[in-house]
C-alpha cells in the first residue's frame, strides 16, 4: 500500500513541479548507475523539503530519505513514513537524542546494501543561498558504513540543485546528476577511515560545486545573483557558467506594466485558491525556506480540491459543458499565471 501511496504521490509531485517552474533543465541522468542501485543521493540543500521532491521524482527508482527528526509529529509522521522518509536527529533536537542516529545510520547501510538507493543533504541543514556550504562528515560515515566489508560497489551521486528564484514559480530550475563517484575505490585504496571520510567529502565538495552555476561565497557572489533573471532562461547550464566566469556586466531586468495587468487577470479565475496560498504563505509559514515547498505541496494538494469545488459548484449550477469550459479555462489561465511571474518580478 505505501509502495503505491509513494508512486502516486510522485506523480503528482511531477506534475506539480512542471506546473510551478518553467523552464525545467535536467542534465547527467546518463551518470546514475543503470547495472546498480546501490545509490547515495547527495544534494545540495537551498529549499527544504522540496530538494528532496526534485531528486525523486527524476529518478526511476524510490527513494529512501533522511528528514529532520522534529517535523515527524502527529498526524503528518504516518504520511511521511510511507513516503520513504526516515527521522534524522541534531543536536538542537536535543543531546540525548543524538544516540538514535546509529540506528538511523544502520537503517540507511541496510537499504543501500540492499539496492534501495537513500538521499541524504550532506549540508546537514537548509538556507536560501546558492552557494555551497562546508559538508557534513554525516554522509561520509554512511558512505563508509554502506561499503565498509560489502563487496558489491556502493555510489554516490551528487546532484547540483540550482534555483533561479528560490521564493517563486514561474522561474528557471537546473537539476544536475553529478558523476557517479565509486565508494569501493575510496574505502579499498585508502589506508584509515578518516581518509576515506576526507576524501569521500573532497570528492563530494568537488563534483557538487561543478553541477552549481554559483557555488562560492566570494567577492563575485552578490554580481553573480544579478545574472538571476529571465534574460538568462534560455541558456543551458553549461553557456550559463560560462557567461558567470566571461566577466561580462549582466543584463538589467526591469518589469512591464502590460505585464502586470496580465497578471492581475489571470489571477481572476483561480482567486479563491491563490488567496488560500496567500494566507497560507503570510500567516502559516515563518521560515522562508519552506515558501516553495510550501507552494508546491498546495499545487499537488489544495489546487486540486480548488477545481473539482468549482467544477461540482458550476455543474450543479449551470450545467457540465459550463463546468467543463470553467475548469479548462483555471488551467491554462494558471499556467498562463506561472509563465508571468518571470516578467513581474
Same mark, same amino acid.
Given at each position: 500500500?505505501? !509502495? ?38 547527495? *544534494? ?27 517535523? $515527524?509529529? $502527529? ?11 526516515? *527521522?534524522?536527529? @541534531?543536536?538542537?533536537?536535543? @543531546? ?9 545510520? /544502520?537503517?540507511?547501510? =541496510? ?11 550532506? %549540508? ?25 566489508? $560489502? #563487496? ?23 537539476? =544536475? ?10 574505502? #579499498?585504496?585508502? %589506508? ?17 560545486? #561543478? ?34 566566469? !566571461? ?8 518589469? !512591464? ?19 488560500? /496560498? ?7 509559514? /515563518? ?51 506561472? @509563465? ?6
Amino acid at each position: 500500500m505505501s !509502495s503505491l501511496y509513494y508512486i502516486i504521490v510522485r506523480l503528482i509531485a511531477k506534475v506539480a513541479i512542471y506546473l510551478f517552474y518553467h523552464p525545467i533543465e535536467v542534465n547527467g541522468l546518463e551518470n546514475i548507475p543503470k547495472n546498480s542501485s546501490r545509490i547515495i543521493f547527495a *544534494p545540495n540543500h537551498q529549499s527544504a523539503f522540496l530538494d528532496a521532491i526534485l531528486v525523486a521524482v527524476f529518478s526511476t527508482k524510490p527513494i529512501y530519505f533522511l528528514t529532520r527528526a522534529d517535523i $515527524f509529529t $502527529f498526524p503528518f509522521k504516518y504520511a511521511l513514513r510511507s513516503l520513504n522518509m526516515m *527521522p534524522v536527529y @541534531r543536536l538542537r533536537d536535543g @543531546r540525548k537524542t543524538m544516540s538514535k542516529n546509529e540506528g538511523v545510520f /544502520e537503517t540507511c547501510k =541496510n537499504l543501500v546494501q540492499s539496492g534501495k538507493p537513500i538521499l541524504l543533504f550532506p %549540508e546537514a541543514s537548509q538556507k536560501l543561498v546558492h552557494y555551497l556550504r562546508p559538508l557534513s562528515k554525516g554522509l561520509s560515515r554512511i558512505a563508509l558504513l554502506s561499503q565498509k566489508d $560489502f #563487496d558489491h560497489k556502493v555510489y554516490i551521486i551528487p546532484v547540483g540543485i540550482n534555483y533561479f528564484d528560490h521564493l517563486n514559480g514561474g522561474s528557471k530550475l537546473i537539476l =544536475n546528476y553529478g558523476k557517479a563517484i565509486d565508494l569501493k575505490q575510496i574505502v #579499498d585504496g585508502s %589506508e584509515s577511515e578518516q581518509q576515506v571520510i576526507n576524501e569521500i567529502r573532497d570528492k563530494t565538495t568537488d563534483e557538487l560545486i #561543478d553541477n552549481m552555476f554559483i557555488p562560492h561565497n566570494d567577492e563575485h557572489y552578490q554580481r553573480n545573483l544579478k545574472f538571476l533573471n529571465k534574460h538568462y532562461y534560455k541558456y543551458k547550464f553549461s553557456d550559463f557558467k560560462a557567461i558567470l566566469k !566571461s566577466g561580462e556586466d549582466p543584463k538589467a531586468f526591469t518589469p !512591464s506594466k502590460i505585464m502586470y495587468i496580465l497578471f492581475a487577470i489571470s489571477l481572476v479565475p483561480n482567486l479563491t485558491y491563490k488567496l488560500v /496560498e496567500w494566507f497560507v504563505i503570510k500567516y502559516l509559514i /515563518e521560515d522562508k525556506t519552506f515558501y516553495a515547498s510550501i507552494r508546491v505541496g498546495l499545487l499537488m494538494f489544495a489546487f486540486p480540491i480548488h477545481l473539482i469545488f468549482w467544477f461540482i459548484l458550476i455543474s450543479s449550477w449551470k450545467g457540465i459543458p459550463l463546468a467543463i469550459l470553467t475548469l479548462l479555462i483555471q488551467i491554462i489561465m494558471h499556467l498562463f499565471n506561472q @509563465r508571468l511571474i518571470k516578467h513581474t518580478l
